[in-house]
C-alpha cells in the first residue's frame, strides 16, 4: 500500500457529516452534525476546563450546547452557532439536544465521558514543583 504525500493528507475528505432527525424542531427537521477539525477538537476540550492560578476544575455548564455549537453545521460545513450563541442554544429542548448531542459524540468518536473530565479535574503542579526536581 502506497504512503500518503503531505498534499493528499491535507487533500483527503475527512470531515464528513451526518443528518440527524430533530421531531422537537418541526416535521420532518434534521440538523447536520459535523466531524471536527482537530483544531476544533482542540478548542471543545479548552472550553470544558477552567483554570484558576495553579488549579483547574471541569467547567461542564451547558456540555452538551459547547459541543453542538462546534458541531452543528450548514452544507458546506460551516458551524451554525458560534460561541457566544452557545448559551442561547442551551435553551432549547433538552430532548433535541440530547439526540444531536449523542450522534455528535459518535461521529467525533469522543471517548472521554464528561463524568471522567469532571473526575480528574485536579490542581496543575507549578512548573517548579517539588515533582519535577529529581528525587535523592
Not at 452543528?72 to 450563541?85: A, I, K, V
Not at 440530547?98 to 490542581?123: C, M
Amino acid at each position: 500500500m502506497p504512503e500518503l504525500s503531505f498534499k493528499q493528507i491535507l487533500e483527503a475528505p475527512d470531515l464528513v457529516t451526518e443528518l440527524v432527525d430533530v421531531p422537537e424542531w418541526g416535521k420532518d427537521a434534521q440538523v447536520r452534525i459535523k466531524v471536527m477539525s482537530g483544531d476544533e477538537q482542540a478548542a471543545y476540550e479548552r472550553s470544558m476546563v477552567k483554570i484558576k492560578g495553579t488549579s483547574q476544575e471541569a467547567d461542564i455548564a451547558n456540555h452538551y450546547a459547547k459541543l453542538l455549537a462546534r458541531c452543528m453545521c450548514d452544507n458546506e460545513g460551516r458551524r451554525l452557532f458560534n460561541d457566544s450563541q452557545i448559551d442561547a442554544l442551551g435553551k432549547k429542548s433538552f430532548r433535541a439536544l440530547k439526540r444531536l448531542h449523542e450522534a455528535a459524540t459518535k461521529l467525533n468518536a469522543l471517548d472521554k465521558s464528561i463524568e471522567e473530565l469532571a473526575k480528574n479535574s485536579n490542581s496543575i503542579p507549578p512548573s517548579d514543583s517539588a515533582s519535577d526536581s529529581p528525587t535523592t
